[in-house]
């Protein structure tokens, strides 16, 4: 359980990471059943109700991309710091001028690139068990990226330098996949990723070789849930394309 305390810090402390979840569309279901925090607990504390332990604290911090002692720190006043969030913004900014000007769109793509590779530089070794969950956020990331850098293709005629920025960031989107679907606490969104670019199957063809709509795949490949049916039929089917 997590400690009850009656101070100021615990509801913008709270407030703050309830944000930060919604923002990264992560679900108090989520949460429990990653065995993070239960539902009970994390309403308590997102209501500042409850301040919860240290460990508990860790793993809140981890699953939202934020540094340790950020949630301390927001108890005592502080501001959250969140450079990816600011990329992010700032990529949404330079796409919305009607101009659509794709040097401004390269470079901003460029300079999330860097915000992502440090954040991929902080990761836990990929022998961690630890790795898998904590490579969620920035594959996340990175999905943000791709899609508004695929929106910034359709809309900016012979413009190879965006065309160049989204390479790096599938390239980097592929690399770290693979690693994370080699770490002992991969996910199955992150195994079913690289089984199914490893054998040349389209999210079409895994999803006809379940019987399941191509949401179903595109769900786990971005770490959403699921039945429990459709994630037997893609372990087997990982299984199968993995001998």
Do not use: C
């Not at 006043?77 to 600011?86: E, F, W």
């Not at 330079?94 to 992502?116: E, Y």
Request: aromatic letters at 4%; proline letters at 6%; charged letters at 25%.
């Amino acid at each position: 359980m997590p400690e009850v305390v009656d101070a100021p810090g615990i509801a913008r402390a709270g407030a703050a990471f309830a944000t930060r979840r919604k923002e990264l569309g992560i679900s108090q279901r989520e949460l429990a059943a990653r065995k993070v925090i239960s539902a009970p607990a994390l309403i308590a504390f997102e209501k500042g109700r409850a301040w919860p332990r240290e460990r508990t604290r860790a793993l809140l911090e981890e699953v939202v991309g934020w540094p340790a002692g950020t949630l301390a720190n927001v108890r005592t006043g502080d501001d959250v710091t969140d450079d990816r969030a600011k990329v992010r913004a700032t990529i949404t900014t330079t796409l919305a001028p009607s101009d659509g000007s794709a040097p401004l769109i390269a470079g901003a793509v460029d300079v999330a690139m860097n915000t992502v590779r440090a954040a991929i530089a902080t990761l836990p070794d990929p022998a961690d068990p630890r790795f898998g969950d904590a490579a969620r956020t920035v594959l996340r990331d990175l999905r943000q990226l791709e899609a508004i850098t695929v929106k910034a293709v359709r809309t900016s005629a012979n413009a190879p330098g965006v065309i160049r920025a989204l390479a790096t960031v599938r390239r980097a989107y592929d690399d770290l996949m693979f690693t994370a679907a080699e770490s002992p606490g991969a996910t199955l969104g992150q195994r079913l990723y690289t089984a199914r670019r490893r054998a040349n199957l389209s999210v079409a063809e895994v999803a006809d070789a379940v019987s399941a709509p191509t949401e179903v795949v595109a769900a786990v490949e971005g770490e959403q849930p699921v039945s429990a049916g459709d994630a037997a039929r893609l372990e087997a089917l990982i299984a199968t394309v993995s001998e």
